[in-house]
Nanobody, 125 residues
C-alpha cells in the first residue's frame, strides 16, 4: 500500500518533548526521496517545519523550530523522525509527513508528491 503513516503525536505540557515518526511504504518509500514535515494550526496555512535530503544529505529547518527540533532518517531509510524539544503553545498543530520533493522550493507544500494523514500535537500552556 502506498502511504506515509505518522505516529507519536499527543498532548504535552509546554517545555516538554515529543518524537514524531513517519514510515513510508509502497511508492512513497524510496531512499532517494527527500522526506520531512509540515504542520497546520487551525485557521492557518500549512507551514514548513523541517526536511532532510536523502543519502546523508542536508537538513533544513524553519526558523521557528531551529535549535529545538531535530530531523533524522530512520535506520530503515524509509522512515523519518522529528525530535521536538522545548515545545510551546505555538507548536500546536497537525503535523504532516511528506516525501518526494519534485520541482520547486523545499519550503513549499506544493513541492511534495506524497503526504501522510497527519498527527495531532497539542501543547498545553
Amino acid at each position: 500500500q502506498d502511504q506515509l503513516v505518522e505516529s507519536g503525536g499527543g498532548l504535552v505540557q509546554a517545555g516538554g518533548s515529543l518524537r514524531l515518526s513517519c514510515l513510508a511504504s509502497g511508492r512513497t518509500s524510496s531512499t532517494a526521496y527527500t522526506m520531512g514535515w509540515f504542520r497546520q494550526a487551525p485557521g492557518n496555512e500549512r507551514e514548513f517545519v523541517a526536511v532532510i535530503r536523502p543519502n546523508g544529505g542536508s537538513a533544513y529547518y524553519a526558523n521557528s523550530v531551529k535549535d529545538r527540533f531535530t530531523i533524522a532518517r530512520g535506520d530503515a531509510k524509509n522512515s523519518v523522525h522529528l525530535q521536538m524539544n522545548s515545545l510551546n503553545f505555538e507548536d500546536t498543530a497537525v503535523y504532516y509527513c511528506v516525501a518526494n520533493l519534485r520541482t520547486g522550493s523545499i519550503y513549499s507544500p506544493n513541492s511534495y508528491e506524497y503526504w501522510g494523514q497527519g498527527t495531532q500535537v497539542t501543547v498545553s500552556s
